[in-house]
């Protein structure tokens, strides 16, 4: 029941710092779930946000497979298979990251990169870090 509330609270601040009105737009907005894991945020904003890219960073490739093959349950086309297989090799070593975007099946604004924060080098528009802790919280705030 927090972690639902940490939810709501933090998707509202993030759609509270849009622009109000898609005419004030003159390119897509990026937003970046930092330590992201399985996207338990990053995949309501996409659903929520279509007009926005939502990037899901992590530096585990057995949580971004499960938020590719989460994308795919919730997506609104049920005829696609949810067995996508792993896109990440989960058996690399923690330090050999894949750091490539790549695009979920299902939610066509929403990727994954398998790699550290520091590695991350797009340019965004809004990063969040629900689930970064203790070093990944100062470096998510240095990035930002």
Same mark, same amino acid.
């Given at each position: 029941?927090?972690?639902?509330?940490?939810?709501?609270?933090?998707?509202?601040?993030?759609? *509270?710092?849009?622009?109000?009105?898609?005419?004030?737009?003159?390119?897509?907005?990026?937003? %970046?779930?930092?330590? @992201?894991?399985? @996207?338990?945020?990053? #995949?309501?904003?996409?659903?929520?946000?279509?007009?926005?890219? %939502? #990037?899901?960073?992590?530096?585990?490739? *057995?949580?971004?497979? !499960?938020?590719? &093959?989460? *994308?795919?349950?919730?997506?609104?086309?049920?005829?696609?298979?949810?067995? %996508?297989?792993?896109? !990440?090799? &989960?058996?690399?070593?923690?330090?050999?990251?894949?750091?490539?975007?790549?695009?979920?099946?299902?939610?066509?604004?929403?990727?994954?990169?398998?790699?550290?924060?520091?590695?991350?080098?797009?340019?965004?528009?809004? @990063?969040? *870090?629900?689930?970064?802790?203790?070093?990944?919280?100062?470096?998510?705030?240095?990035?930002?």
């Amino acid at each position: 029941l927090r972690k639902e509330g940490q939810l709501r609270s933090l998707l509202r601040c993030i759609v *509270a710092m849009l622009p109000q009105k898609e005419a004030e737009l003159d390119r897509k907005i990026t937003i %970046v779930d930092f330590c @992201g894991g399985t @996207g338990w945020l990053s #995949i309501p904003l996409a659903l929520i946000l279509p007009q926005c890219e %939502v #990037i899901v960073v992590d530096l585990k490739a *057995a949580s971004l497979n !499960y938020v590719h &093959k989460k *994308a795919i349950q919730c997506s609104k086309d049920k005829t696609q298979s949810t067995d %996508v297989g792993d896109v !990440y090799d &989960k058996g690399k070593h923690v330090t050999q990251h894949d750091l490539t975007k790549r695009q979920c099946q299902g939610i066509p604004n929403l990727y994954t990169f398998h790699g550290s924060i520091e590695t991350f080098n797009e340019d965004f528009d809004i @990063g969040c *870090a629900l689930h970064a802790c203790g070093e990944a919280s100062d470096i998510v705030l240095r990035k930002c």
